[in-house]
């Protein structure tokens, strides 16, 4: 098969130095295309599709390539929407909503709904250098989403190529309003018309809603008890009492059942003043009962780093001081006096908790503030308030810039996120955490944990030599033991992140037989050629793990 003929007409590359460029994102996995395009529009990808099933190549989709699981990598056929496809189409202040297309930059979107004092709040700690499309994808949450929910409680429209090769509007309608539509050959937005094939194209949407009611008591009975979830298929979401909101099934599908092209977003208004309390736990015995205290005030974010990720931000102290503005070794000690006074006072703290409050009654916020400080002084924490936005900021960097921390300075050991993104109910954690740690130091692991402890989602990133292949074998094994001791807490395995190459394969185990065969037929319904992003979620493998693992 001669790529290069058949995709002459696109602005494609098959250097190997470009290939090389997109073989890998933020995951402990390379794979190199066989071609990467760049679509200028969604009637390229229609040909893309065509060309796909005739030719017998599957699409993989790529925004900001920050996916940590290996999502957008693919040994086939690889679409980039960051060069063309990355407009803001619309940005309505008075209805509060945002049409972009998938390649859309979220500081790019950041910076223009500043203009309007909007936000779109579902942003993850990578929020500097993620894409839309990849939000939508793996249904990304971050640090407000305890307030404010994940991406999909903000998609009002998804415009999507399916493996028809028609481009069809997803906006939530009642089933007669959708069939109707679908059936006049035409589906109504609220800014264009789109022709459809034929009247059979109505057979994707009846089969699902089928599907999901015939089987309406299990995925009732199966539904994950914690509040976040991005693994499989949103089949818990997607049937609203007698209507079917496609929406749902394709938010987080990470590219497995057709192709996004535009996204239409419900925006929110920024809230005009917050405050910060940073609080140093030392013994984790009452967390559960701090943070049940603490939830009923309501705070924006309550977001957790453990004393590991503690030592690798002070052992780059210089660096981060540098980011925040201060000059010099002694701009860099004032800025982390506090925490130096901390540690000689009780030690590295084992947790430290960042409890935000934000709103538009700045003697609310105080006022919430100063009860979570008596909160903290009931069980004995160390707490301090920052005295301004550049001390508050030395914290959100703690908490978001880690990740990136451990892969640019660490040279000899690779950030390996293969653990990184699971869930279990917050009032487990003091009796899961020394389980978790035993099986890691079992392997005698350097890893840091931060998260959301609001919600129970913790984030683990062993350091791992990737190049020792007993190192790469242990992946595997530490992975079946996390992961089967999240599910006997009745947790989930990925509550933001997604599934892509590490999780897929175990879907059936974290969600039965029985449901992990609905997601196999929505992805037959949807996709019966198998052409949309090859290896995740029901096509994954276990084997395919150590396959494209970096080595």
Sequence with gaps: MDLSEILKDFDFSVDDRVLEEYSQDTSIFKIKPKAVVFPKNSEEIKKLIKLAKENNFSLTCRAGGTDMSGGPLTDSVLIVFTKYMNKILEINPQEKYAVVQPGVYFRDLEKELNKYNLMFPSYPASK???????????????????????????????????????EYNLELQTNAELIQNLQKNSISSASVQLSSA????????QRTYQLLKENYELIQKTKPKVSKNSSGYNIWGALDGENLDLIKLFVGSQGTLGIITEIKIKLVEKENFSQLLTIFIKDLKNLPHFTQDVLKLQPTSLEITDDHTFKIFLRFAKEMASLLGAKGIFSTIKLFLPEIFIILKIGLPKLIVLTEFTGNNEKEIYEKIEQTKEIAKKYKYLYRQPKNEKEAEKYWRLRRDTYKLLREKIKDLTASPFIDDFIILPQYLPEFLPKLYQILDEYKLIYTISGHLGDGNLHIIPLVNLKDENQRKNILAITDKVYDLVLEYNGILTAEHNDGLIRGPYLEKEFGQEVYNIFREIKNIFD????????KKITARKENIEKFMIK
């Design 128 to 166: 500097e250098i993620c894409a839309i499309g990849g939000m939508i994808a793996n249904d990304s949450g971050g640090e407000k989403s305890l307030k404010y929910g994940k991406t999909h409680n903000y998609v009002i429209d998804l415009r999507v190529v399916l493996s028809d090769g028609e």
């Design 528 to 535: 019966p050629q198998n052409i949309f992003n090859p290896y």
């Design 198 to 205: 034929s009247i059979k194209n109505t057979d994707f949407y």
